[in-house]
Structure formats: structure tokens, C-alpha cells
């Protein structure tokens, strides 16, 4: 079946830039997301990328996606305390019947 | 509309006791799907509808599953005769359709369910 991947845990001190990176193996993905899941809270989608799309910015937030590689990330400029949360990536396509399948969340640690 | 919601956000209960949790999803999202969290792990995709058609199940929803959309709103997922491996965070979600934007998925809270 098809996988997602990240790394478990990021730590960056308050006001730099968080990178946070994700790998997947569904060649036919059509959509990626990023979602936000705080402490005792559901999950927040915090933005998407269409598959034909390299790069997509949202105020504080940069997607970069490299469909060669399979490569998606997702960059967090100027990181607050408020961003301390896990991120979960997800990819949708024909390879998974468009089901979302997720990776197990980086959990992002905002170092004072 | 206020989203997705789910009730209810914490059930405790007995082994071997039966529990059925409740969502109500966006109201014009034909998709609601039912996912599984435990710590440290991503969403695990139990089930899902389009309408009040159960399209696909889980391999990992065992017998004691049972998930239901009468009317193509609402949904239940019943777990019968729960073991303490069935305590996790039941999501669920619903989206409005199958291409383009309209597969955004939107997330309830979650219910907790604790088993002892």
C-alpha cells in the first residue's frame, strides 16, 4: 500500500524558520496537506498543494513540493511559541483511491 | 454551520461494554469518514461513506466495527464488546466531494475512548 514518512520530532528556537519534510511513495498523488493537530484539539488543515504545483506561500507558510523526488515540505518563517504542535502530512490520489494517508506527525518544538 | 462535531469528547467504559459515538458533519458534505488515532501516530483510516453508502471499510475494523449513515447526515460507530486495545481518539471527518478542492477534509474534535 501506499506510505507517508517524516521524521518524528524538530526542535527550533523561537523567531527562526521550521522545515519540516515529508516523503511518500503514490506516484498518481494528486493532492498533498499539511494539517496542525494541537494538544487536545482535532486536526486543522493548514494548507494543500495540487500535484502540478512546485511551490505554494501563505503568509508565514511555504509548500514546496518535488514530485520527482516524491519530496513535499513545508517551511514555518519566523516560528512562535504558538506553532508548537505536531504536523501531520497527507497525500490523496489514484494510487489510494483518493483515501487520505497520513504520516505519523512531526512534533514541532519551539526552543526559547 | 459550526463544523464538524462529534459526542461524545470522552467515554470511559468497562471491557466487554458496548459504546456507539455520534458525528454530525458539515451539512452539505456527501464524503464522512471515521479514523482511528493512537499517541504518536497518525490518523488510521477505519471507514468511510459517500451519502449513506458505506464504501469501503478498513481491513483493521474487525467485526465488532459497525458504522452507520442512515440518511446520509449523521453517522454512528458502534464498537460492541470493546478490549483495552480499542482506547484511542475516534475522528472523524467529513469532506464535500471527490476532486479538486472539494476533497478537503474538515475534522471533528474526536472522541476519547478509554477502556478499563
Known amino acids: 500500500g501506499e506510505d507517508v514518512e517524516q521524521s518524528l520530532f524538530l526542535s527550533v528556537r523561537e523567531g527562526d524558520s521550521s522545515v519540516i519534510n515529508c516523503t511518500y511513495t503514490?506516484?498518481?498523488?494528486?493532492?498533498l496537506y499539511w494539517y496542525k493537530q494541537e494538544p487536545g484539539a482535532g486536526l486543522q488543515l493548514l494548507t494543500y498543494?495540487?500535484?502540478n504545483m512546485d511551490m505554494k506561500q501563505d503568509q508565514r507558510l511555504t509548500v514546496l513540493l518535488n514530485k520527482k523526488d516524491k519530496h513535499l515540505s513545508l517551511r514555518i518563517a519566523d516560528t512562535q511559541t504558538g506553532d508548537s504542535a505536531i504536523y501531520f502530512c497527507a497525500e490523496s490520489g489514484l494510487g489510494s483511491n483518493y483515501q487520505l494517508i497520513w504520516g505519523a506527525g512531526t512534533k514541532l518544538i519551539i526552543k526559547p | 454551520d459550526t463544523g464538524v462535531s462529534q459526542d461524545p469528547r470522552h467515554k470511559i467504559t468497562k471491557r466487554g461494554q458496548n459504546v456507539t459515538f455520534r458525528c454530525d458533519p458539515i451539512s452539505e458534505h456527501n464524503r464522512l469518514y471515521w479514523y482511528r488515532q493512537t499517541l504518536g501516530q497518525g490518523p488510521e483510516f477505519l471507514t468511510y461513506?459517500?451519502?449513506?453508502?458505506?464504501?469501503?471499510k478498513s481491513r483493521l475494523l474487525s467485526d465488532r466495527f459497525s458504522a452507520e449513515r442512515p440518511k446520509g447526515s449523521f453517522s454512528t460507530l458502534e464498537i460492541q464488546r470493546t478490549e483495552q486495545g480499542d482506547s484511542a481518539m475516534y475522528l472523524c471527518?467529513?469532506?464535500?466531494?471527490?476532486?479538486?478542492?472539494?476533497?478537503?477534509?474538515?475534522f471533528g474534535q474526536g472522541t476519547r475512548l478509554t477502556v478499563v
Open positions: 471527518a467529513s469532506s464535500l466531494g471527490l476532486t479538486g478542492r472539494d476533497t478537503e477534509a474538515f
Open positions: 503514490d506516484s498518481s498523488s494528486t493532492y
Open positions: 461513506f459517500q451519502n449513506e453508502a458505506q464504501l469501503e
Open positions: 498543494i495540487f500535484s
